[in-house]
């Protein structure tokens, strides 16, 4: 009773930003994002009947009490959904800058979600694992799939209307994306945390739903006419908004650093260049830039030689979950 599955991190290009539900990921809006190919997590789980509790490495580390925590919540439910009982080990290996607004979290419980269902043999569609992954971070849903795709927001109470669906494959659009790492360590205020005070608190949020919706509609027809300015117009206002509902929470509180808004300027500048280029900013300080295959490289050049970013790194449109062995 094993499985290994890896999962690739997604960006979101239209934001999931507040729940309707805290304990079963059901987000207030829809969102769409795209997978990546460079961050990954690769998880096995081992089911054990001898076991007495899970039990969770991380990156060939235990990890601590209130992170196992986490993942046998996770576990209790995929336990539920195939009506199994036993206890497992748990071995992820994270190819992602953890908590530095890159998504791991998407990546990690997709891969899990994957590993666990196979290694209890059930077979499942996308849909359903997708709404398995769901209920362990809810951008984790989008991470089953490759390529563009879009996550449901739903309306009903139980979640199973709450699913992601590919738009278009990885190979469909030749686009890069360029992720910015200005700061590795752990961000002092979770995506879950801001989500939760943002909606409560911020007078902004209103705004951000009247809109996002609207946002949506338009980034899938761009995305379907490969209308690539108009698709970086959408992403960039649409991150801005978000990123703006947080400062109006009470206590306001704002992902980013001096070095983000170097890069979102030095990005407007490549456009007056003539380089196609657009960002976006998901729940931390990093920038993540969209461009052209053929400007990858110069885009790179420059994002580099911005004082305050320590690495770029060049993607592309990623994979959905897949098996091992790796």
Same mark, same amino acid.
């Given at each position: 009773?094993?499985?290994?599955?890896?999962?690739?991190?997604?960006?979101?290009?239209?934001?999931?930003?507040?729940?309707?539900?805290?304990?079963?990921?059901?987000?207030?809006?829809?969102?769409?994002?795209?997978?990546?190919?460079?961050?990954?997590?690769?998880?096995?789980?081992?089911?054990?009947?001898?076991?007495?509790?899970?039990?969770?490495?991380?990156?060939?580390?235990?990890?601590?009490?209130?992170?196992?925590?986490?993942?046998?919540?996770?576990?209790?439910?995929?336990?539920?959904?195939?009506?199994?009982?036993?206890?497992?080990?748990?071995?992820?290996?994270?190819?992602?800058?953890? &908590? +530095?607004?890159?998504?791991?979290? *998407?990546?990690?419980?997709? #891969? =899990?979600?994957?590993?666990?269902?196979? !290694?209890?043999? $059930?077979?499942?569609?996308?849909?359903?694992?997708?709404?398995?992954?769901?209920?362990?971070?809810?951008?984790?849903?989008?991470?089953?799939?490759?390529?563009?795709?879009?996550?449901?927001?739903?309306?009903?109470?139980?979640?199973?209307?709450?699913?992601?669906?590919?738009?278009?494959?990885?190979?469909?659009?030749?686009?890069?994306?360029?992720?910015?790492?200005?700061?590795?360590?752990?961000?002092?205020?979770?995506?879950?945390?801001?989500?939760?005070?943002?909606?409560?608190?911020?007078?902004?949020?209103?705004?951000?739903?009247?809109?996002?919706?609207?946002?949506? &509609? +338009?980034?899938?027809?761009?995305? *379907?006419?490969?209308?690539? #300015? =108009?698709?970086?117009?959408?992403?960039? !206002?649409?991150? $801005?908004?978000?990123?703006?509902?947080?400062?109006?929470?009470?206590?306001?509180?704002?992902?980013?650093?001096?070095?983000?808004?170097?890069?979102?300027?030095?990005?407007?500048?490549?456009?007056?260049?003539?380089?196609?280029?657009?960002?976006?900013?998901?729940a931390g300080p990093n920038v993540k830039v969209l461009c052209g295959r053929k400007d990858e490289e110069?885009?790179?050049?420059?994002?580099?030689?911005?004082?305050?970013?320590?690495?770029?790194?060049?993607?592309?449109?990623?994979?959905?979950?897949?098996?091992?062995?790796?």
């Amino acid at each position: 009773m094993e499985a290994t599955a890896r999962a690739h991190t997604n960006i979101a290009l239209i934001k999931y930003w507040g729940k309707r539900d805290e304990k079963l990921f059901l987000p207030m809006n829809s969102s769409l994002s795209i997978t990546l190919d460079k961050f990954y997590t690769t998880t096995k789980v081992v089911f054990d009947p001898a076991l007495k509790a899970d039990r969770f490495f991380l990156n060939g580390k235990p990890a601590g009490a209130a992170e196992t925590a986490k993942i046998s919540r996770f576990m209790d439910k995929i336990r539920d959904f195939a009506g199994a009982k036993w206890y497992a080990v748990i071995e992820s290996e994270n190819e992602v800058p953890t &908590a +530095a607004g890159l998504a791991s979290s *998407a990546s990690g419980m997709a #891969a =899990l979600a994957a590993a666990a269902v196979k !290694a209890l043999g $059930l077979q499942v569609d996308g849909r359903t694992l997708s709404k398995l992954a769901r209920q362990g971070s809810g951008s984790a849903c989008r991470s089953i799939y490759g390529g563009f795709v879009e996550w449901q927001k739903g309306e009903k109470a139980d979640g199973s209307d709450s699913y992601a669906v590919p738009l278009l494959g990885r190979d469909d659009w030749e686009l890069s994306i360029l992720s910015c790492l200005l700061e590795s360590k752990q961000k002092k205020i979770s995506s879950r945390e801001g989500m939760k005070r943002t909606v409560e608190t911020s007078p902004f949020y209103a705004g951000w739903l009247e809109t996002v919706e609207k946002d949506l &509609a +338009a980034a899938k027809s761009a995305i *379907a006419r490969r209308d690539f #300015a =108009l698709l970086g117009r959408i992403l960039e !206002a649409n991150a $801005l908004k978000m990123h703006a509902t947080t400062l109006g929470a009470d206590p306001p509180f704002l992902y980013w650093q001096s070095a983000t808004l170097d890069v979102m300027r030095e990005v407007e500048l490549l456009r007056e260049r003539g380089i196609e280029a657009y960002f976006t900013i998901d729940a931390g300080p990093n920038v993540k830039v969209l461009c052209g295959r053929k400007d990858e490289e110069a885009v790179r050049e420059t994002l580099a030689a911005i004082p305050g970013v320590q690495r770029v790194f060049i993607c592309h449109p990623g994979p959905g979950v897949s098996y091992g062995p790796y």
